[in-house]
């Protein structure tokens, strides 16, 4: 049963093949028996799952069964989950039970949704390589000496070694294509806006969105209908009509016209992933899609753009987590200063507060126009960038890292370097615009991902263009050793 895909889980249960009490077992008994291997999950929650599932068999009986009814996923464990430890990875909100559930996290139960769990993260989802978590490092499951990425590698992971079918993340810089791209999965970034962030603990509120992690587009589009949509309760979700992004998956290529940028083949860029994902791109020629070389100028600014922006609101995000209302506190505070101090020094671990100092830095007064505003500025040319780009293509494509999953260690000595992981990733989150990872060949034995962007709410077009790659192509069906 693990190694369907979530149209095919979903078949299965109408067809009466399974039931969504079994189905739940077998992933849970596989995560008894593999996780121990992976630390993907920071969280099980066995027995409510099988209690979704029961009622979701219930609900099948009624003829009330929707498309993903009875279908079990994992949640990132950014996301809020009513009487559920909702940890994001850190110390400081190791105890923190939510008092409500995140719109996403409604959203899938409402489509009857199995949740077996929450997934592990770098700590509050800043890293990209999962090793900042307070609950240890995540392992890539086709070699488990090299990290998964991050930061939503326990949900990449996951989804890899069949602990799941599908997975939620979340994005600020690269966290959901990152990790799919070292663990040989798909996932979507969607446009800013497309899915609420009620309930999704906020890291840099300009930037985060949450998306479907899964192994084919076609199950991202299925999880991606459930997930979007607006959100009265977060004032940055964009009332627009949610498509059918299934219905849309069968439309060919002919005439899809497909930008490489320049900078994204240039120094830095591993010259094997770059051989497979030319060898991707000739695939979608032959698919009939014209490809013409792009420019994208301000490409170069997009990493330290997203070094002051994201830093400085989380600077003020994460100020709310400060030992008086929830979360962590310190044993026996001297006064309130020591409170704050020492419940914060204590909670936060050393990568939240190296950006914790540098945000704060960027926006104090003196400053701010010489970091913050200066930053938003560059992140204007950055969009402008896309926007003519999209003038004439229909869809930018290129790698999603510029190697494949390093070993762990390789990079925690270097922040710069491990920064720089996300080099093509994070010029969308900078513009708001939908990214999406799609396995195209290894490198050994280590996935490479090939990175597709579209223009604003354009994921439809997205989710195809991957579908249609996955039509003709078999690397998104291959499994890591060990975990067939
Ligand atoms: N790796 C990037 C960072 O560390 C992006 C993280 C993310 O998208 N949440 O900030």
Redesign the pocket.
């Known amino acids: 049963m693990h190694d369907k895909t979530l149209a095919e889980l979903s078949a299965g249960l109408a067809a009466g093949e399974f039931s969504s009490v079994e189905l739940t077992r077998h992933f849970l008994g596989r995560i008894e028996r593999f996780d121990g291997q992976l630390n993907s999950f920071i969280t099980v929650t066995a027995e409510p799952a099988l209690a979704q599932a029961l009622a979701a068999d219930e609900r099948r009986r009624r003829g009330e069964a929707g498309p993903l009814t009875g279908i079990p996923l994992a949640q990132k464990d950014i996301f809020c989950t009513d009487g559920v430890r909702t940890s994001c990875a850190s110390k400081m909100l190791d105890n923190f039970i939510a008092p409500y559930d995140a719109t996403v996290v409604a959203q899938c139960n409402a489509a009857g949704m199995v949740m077996l769990g929450k997934t592990n993260m770098d700590e509050f ?4 390589s999962n090793e900042t978590s307070y609950f240890g490092p995540v392992k890539n499951p086709w070699d488990t000496v090299a990290v998964p990425g ?2 939503s590698g326990g949900s990449a992971a996951a989804v890899a070694a069949r602990l799941t079918p599908a997975a939620t993340g ?6 959901i294509r990152q990790p799919a791209a070292l663990c040989g999965i798909s996932g979507i970034k969607p446009t800013y806006g497309r899915v609420s962030r009620y309930g999704m603990i906020a ?1 840099a509120s300009s930037l985060d969105q949450a998306g479907p992690m899964a192994r084919t587009a076609e199950d991202c589009a299925l999880l991606l209908g459930a997930i979007a949509g607006f959100d009265p309760r977060d004032s940055t979700s964009v009332e627009r009509e949610v498509p059918d992004y299934r219905a849309a998956l069968g439309n060919d290529l002919k005439g899809l016209k497909i930008g490489l940028p320049k900078e994204y083949f240039g120094a830095g860029l591993d010259p094997a992933v770059a051989q497979a994902v030319e060898a991707a791109i000739n695939e979608y020629r032959k698919l009939g899609a014209e490809v013409v070389e792009i420019s994208l100028p301000n490409t170069g600014l997009a990493v330290p753009t997203y070094y002051v922006v ?1 830093p400085a609101e989380c600077s003020s995000n994460l100020s709310r987590m400060d030992g008086v209302r929830f979360g962590y506190r310190c044993d026996n505070p001297k006064d309130l200063e020591d409170l704050y101090k020492r419940s914060r020094g204590e909670g936060f671990g050393p990568e939240v507060k190296r950006r914790i100092m540098i945000g704060t830095y960027a926006l104090s007064a003196g400053y701010y126009d010489a970091y913050y505003l200066k930053a938003q500025q560059m992140r204007q040319l950055i969009s402008d960038d896309f926007r003519r780009a999209f003038e004439t293509v229909d869809v930018i494509m290129g790698p999603t890292s510029p190697t494949v999953a390093f070993n762990a260690g390789e990079k925690t000595d270097d922040p710069v370097a491990m920064y720089l992981a ?1 080099v093509y990733t994070i010029a969308a989150n900078l513009a708001g615009l939908p990214g999406m990872s799609i396995p195209a060949g290894f490198v050994g034995n280590r996935p490479v991902g090939l990175q597709l962007i579209g223009n604003y709410f354009d994921e439809a077009r997205l989710l195809n263009v991957a579908h249609q790659y996955q039509l003709t192509t078999d690397w998104h069906q291959r499994a890591p050793q060990g975990f067939e």
């Open positions: 989802a800043m890293g990209s991050g930061s979340t994005d600020t810089g690269g966290s890291f994201a996300d």
